[in-house]
């Protein structure tokens, strides 16, 4: 019953500028820690961003200076700011949350390409 809608990938040129949102609907009460997730082919799925309750983050290195994430409580949406992209950030960007009971859930998948 508990959804994540994820919206904003598409198609940019190298050093251009993508805002992701999420936002969760259903019967979520609460949530916890929420993060970004991408997997390109042939790779791993890898941890891009996240941010817990009292809103510390954390980022990787291969992203750190360039993304930021951020969460608008009363909404339950939580947002990644991308900025400075590069053809390596190509992937399917996938958005999680820990809701009620510690359960995970898990959004549909948007596409980011980054062409050079």
């Known amino acids: 019953q508990v959804q994540l809608v994820e919206s904003g990938g598409g198609l940019v040129q190298s050093g251009g500028s993508l805002r992701l949102s999420c936002a969760a609907s259903g019967m979520i009460y609460s949530t916890y820690t929420w993060g970004w997730y991408r997997q390109a082919p042939g790779k791993q799925r890898e941890l891009v961003a996240s941010i817990t309750s009292g809103d510390n983050t954390n980022y990787p290195d291969s992203v750190k200076g360039r993304f930021t994430i951020s969460r608008d409580k009363s909404k339950n949406t939580v947002y990644l700011q991308m900025n400075s992209l590069k053809p390596d950030d190509t992937a399917v960007y996938y958005c999680?949350?820990?809701?009620?009971?510690?359960?995970?859930?898990w959004g549909q998948g948007t596409q980011v390409t980054v062409s050079s």
């Open positions: 999680r949350v820990v809701g009620d009971l510690r359960y995970i859930y």
